[in-house]
């Protein structure tokens, strides 16, 4: 079943749907209090990194309110006890076993709710596969996001680290264990939002207000969609190249560049082969196989992409291959540089995808402002994902005894490459929007020849 977000505020409510949405207000302002009342204790107790998330999630519950000026338009009350189980466990219990279990359990929660509201009080609309794969995309983005936070506050507020008693492998074991953890309950809180969430009927505090598509608005939805894609025969470039508008090159100058660098990642590979590096072998590879990608979009998909973003992709992967060939061990801000770049090409990708997919088809619409949202929220999550695989791969190359490919140095490392994700997701969110849109747009188009 699909939803669509309607505008404006229904009048006609039966009063049984009045009294839920009341009684759904007062029970979720209840939780928010004891919320505040549990993140005062902390502060009190200088637990800084439970004030700190039960703060954060009082002000994702609290958006729809501030944003509609309403009281009433709060997430379900039932969604807000999950929130407020862990906080008061780490209360209670303080740190122990079973709150390092809550802390996923919160993670989730809070996402379970950001993604409720997007769902309930915005333009959004998606299908229960989407929304599922949206919950555990933005677990991940909290859960990221979060340890940031407590690495970041430890160094500048002297707060406890996530690194207290450990050695940096072990800290960073630690925290890719919980990001495990943290996608296991994104899955089930995904779960719970696909049965409970999309299927629940619309209240009163909605606003907008949520209710099934019926094939008539479905009908309605897709001819409006389809005038709503540009003609890719009648829409102009509008937006003028970066580079061709700053450093007045042309289109031949940036294709030369982009061959340059791939003949330059062709040496690195043949010097993996000579030197028997598996670690250059497969950066380089792998490097060369994603340059590829733009001349099989453009002749299997007939998606013409401009030099500068062909150059972008290029330009990623070779530095990306150049650290994994030694400039990683030799200039310590490489990797904090090629993260940055690489994000960005994760971010532009993740937007050009979706917003394709957002202008092709009616089940799923994502308002052009929620897009920066989605960005950020994709992009973190791929950094998650990312640490994973390569934690991953460490840890089956020592099971095995073989050479690590990918590795990770320990959690200041990890942590570093988390923080330039979210620098190249700005970059792309804040510049993207404008640059990519139109690549997205004619994409669409060979959809539909």
Do not use: K
């Amino acid at each position: 079943m699909l939803y669509h977000i309607h505008l404006g505020m229904r009048t006609d409510r039966p009063d049984n749907l009045l009294d839920e949405t009341h009684r759904n207000a007062i029970f979720g302002w209840i939780i928010v209090v004891v919320l505040c009342t549990l993140a005062t204790i902390h502060a009190f107790e200088s637990s800084f990194r439970w004030f700190v998330f039960t703060g954060l999630a009082v002000a994702i519950i609290l958006l729809p309110v501030a944003s509609h000026h309403d009281p009433r338009v709060m997430p379900p009350w039932t969604l807000l006890v999950l929130v407020a189980i862990p906080v008061v466990d780490a209360t209670i219990l303080g740190e122990t076993f079973l709150t390092s279990i809550a802390v996923y359990i919160a993670v989730a929660a809070v996402a379970l709710v950001a993604v409720t509201e997007i769902h309930r009080f915005t333009a959004v609309r998606m299908t229960h596969s989407f929304a599922i794969a949206l919950v555990v995309i933005t677990t991940l983005a909290v859960a990221a996001t979060w340890n940031v936070a407590q690495w970041t506050s430890a160094l500048a507020f002297g707060t406890p680290s996530i690194d207290a008693g450990r050695s940096a492998n072990a800290a960073n074991h630690a925290m890719m264990m919980d990001f495990v953890y943290a996608t296991i309950a994104g899955f089930l809180a995904g779960i719970v939002f696909d049965r409970y969430a999309m299927r629940s009927p619309p209240s009163d505090n909605e606003s907008p207000l949520s209710r099934p598509v019926d094939s008539d608005d479905d009908h309605s939805l897709s001819e409006s969609a389809s005038q709503n894609v540009p003609d890719s025969t009648t829409e102009s470039d509008t937006v003028p190249p970066f580079l061709r508008s700053r450093l007045n090159a042309s289109d031949q100058t940036i294709r030369r560049l982009s061959r340059l660098l791939q003949l330059a990642l062709g040496f690195l590979f043949l010097y993996g082969l000579l030197t028997r590096d598996a670690t250059t072998i497969t950066n380089a590879g792998i490097a060369l196989a994603i340059t590829g990608l733009p001349a099989l979009l453009e002749r299997d998909l007939r998606l013409p992409l401009e030099p500068e973003l062909v150059l972008w992709i290029t330009g990623a992967v070779f530095l990306h291959a150049l650290g994994s060939a030694g400039l990683y061990g030799f200039l310590g801000p490489w990797d904090s540089l090629t993260h940055a770049v690489s994000a960005s090409i994760v971010a532009g990708t993740g937007y050009t995808a979706v917003r394709a997919i957002d202008l092709y088809t009616d089940e799923i619409h994502l308002p052009p402002r929620m897009l920066f949202v989605f960005i950020l929220l994709f992009v973190l999550a791929f950094g998650v994902i990312w640490e994973l695989m390569e934690f991953a791969l460490g840890f089956f190359a020592q099971w095995f005894g073989s050479e690590v490919v990918l590795a990770q140095h320990g959690i200041t490392d990890t942590i570093g490459d988390l923080f330039y994700d979210l620098v190249g997701a700005l970059v792309v969110a804040i510049w993207g929007s404008v640059y990519l849109t139109d690549v997205s747009h004619r994409l669409v188009s060979r959809f539909d020849e």
